[in-house]
């Protein structure tokens, strides 16, 4: 194995490494429901669903299955002038839990394309109404929404590598992240910040994009739903689209279906990826509304321009409709509350340990802020010596668990992260 590792880190890069690679690489060997295999032997529970995605637990027959299946019939054919009996169930299933007033599917291979679509559709709606100048984007700081060229413009402006491509990006509008907390008492002068870009520069902006509730790879902050209402009304009144980035949310992460049924508010665009799969292959989409889709095909080119050579891949798709059917057939509401609750319980009093500067559960997702940034090698050493797998970022040690983890797999988790921030402490 060590031959292949030093391979590996000669040759293959990995996120956000130098080459060649000078860092920790556990290599798995299998995994199954909750539980990594590393070839060691060890086990480790995983944390992470594998970046969100791996809602069911891994190896899931029913998703195992829906692949088979589909490879013996075809896994994958091009998506123009052809389309398949998978696009169509998943689209299906995809109108059906979502909001009424969506009523277009457009599929592509990752959640930053899918972005890029949304931003796309966006400029074309008001091309094709003679308003070209509204081609730039208002987004909050502190989101992330991925990590091509676009969708890198509305990352946030110091931790989203803007610095590093400033030359190369497109300069957007950025306003304060959300400050009130989900479940705090709201501050109505909250939206200040929006409101006065938005009505400066309403004339120049094509959307807002935002991911609802939560923000995630930004810095894992949940705020509060008012502030989506408060967003839906603002666009609303200065004419602006509003985008809605449920990527990491979609699929009952924060426990709603899609985070926005906290504030019962309709985005004109809403991208899902991640988890849509439960974490087999990489698809994602974005949705958007009739009235939007017949506006941009009314325009000069006749067309959304955009069309990936893996469009609507049929393996994706017919694993993607099989999760969601095993989503919805679980009684996954509950098992959400049940999982807040444990992590709630697991991970109460941490507020009190060394270092620590703030806690916050939501949904299937806890986080623990430290006050410096995290080592994270040292951090993931402690982590898996107690067999448990996080990844942790600048000074966020955080897990979003997959749905069918247990109470006792909760309190493992909770309690690895407490000998570790512990150790790492001291
Ligand atoms: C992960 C993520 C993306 C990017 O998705 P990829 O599949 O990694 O391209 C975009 N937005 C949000 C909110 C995400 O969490």
Redesign the pocket.
């Known amino acids: 194995m060590s031959d292949s590792l030093q391979f590996d880190k000669r040759h293959i890069w990995h996120p956000y490494t130098g080459m060649p690679g000078d860092y920790d690489l556990y290599p798995v060997e299998s995994a199954s429901g909750v539980y990594l295999t590393l070839t060691d032997g060890r086990r480790l529970i995983d944390g992470m669903s594998s970046?969100?995605s791996v809602i069911h637990g891994y190896n899931h027959p029913l998703l195992n299955q829906a692949a088979q299946q589909q490879i013996e019939r075809v896994s994958h054919v091009m998506f123009g002038g052809l389309t398949h009996q998978p696009a169509i169930d998943l689209a299906e299933r995809l109108l059906a839990i979502t909001p009424d007033e969506l009523d277009l599917v457009f599929f592509s291979d990752?959640?930053?394309?899918?972005?890029e679509v949304a931003m796309k559709m966006a400029v074309q709606y008001w091309q094709a109404q003679g308003k070209a100048d509204k081609s730039r984007f208002m987004a909050l700081r502190g989101?992330?929404?991925?990590?091509?060229f676009a969708?890198m413009s509305v990352c946030d402006p110091v931790n989203g590598m803007h610095h590093l491509f400033q030359q190369a990006l497109p300069q957007q509008f950025f306003c304060n992240r959300p400050q009130t907390r989900f479940g705090q008492d709201w501050h109505p002068d909250e939206m200040a910040d929006a409101e006065k870009i938005l009505a400066e520069h309403h004339q120049q902006i094509a959307a807002v994009i935002l991911?609802p509730i939560v923000q995630?790879?930004g810095g894992m902050w949940f705020y509060h739903p008012q502030y989506l209402a408060e967003m839906r009304k603002l666009c609303d009144q200065y004419q602006v689209l509003l985008i809605a980035?449920?990527?990491?949310?979609g699929f009952g992460r924060s426990g709603k279906l899609f985070a926005c049924e906290h504030a019962d508010i309709v985005p004109d665009i809403l991208?899902i990826?991640?988890a849509l799969t439960g974490g087999y292959l990489?698809l994602?989409a974005t949705l958007t509304s009739n009235k939007i889709g017949e506006t941009i095909s009314s325009g000069e080119s006749g067309c959304f321009m955009h069309g990936p050579t893996f469009m609507g891949n049929p393996l994706a798709c017919n694993i993607a409709a099989a999760s969601i059917d095993v989503l919805l057939e679980s009684d996954w509401q509950s098992n959400l509350q049940g999982l807040e609750k444990a992590l709630i319980k697991g991970l109460t009093g941490y507020q009190h340990l060394p270092g620590v500067a703030d806690v916050r559960v939501l949904g299937a997702i806890g986080v623990v802020e430290m006050q410096n940034p995290v080592d994270v090698q040292a951090v993931q050493r402690s982590l898996i010596q107690r067999g448990v797998w996080l990844r942790p970022f600048g000074r966020l040690i955080y897990t979003m668990p997959s749905y069918i983890c247990s109470d006792q797999e909760i309190a493992e988790l909770c309690e690895a992260i407490k000998y570790t921030v512990l150790e790492n402490a001291t």
């Open positions: 970046w969100w990752s959640g930053s394309v899918s972005v989101g992330y929404h991925g990590d091509t969708a991911e995630g790879a980035d449920e990527i990491a949310t991208c990826g991640k990489s994602a």
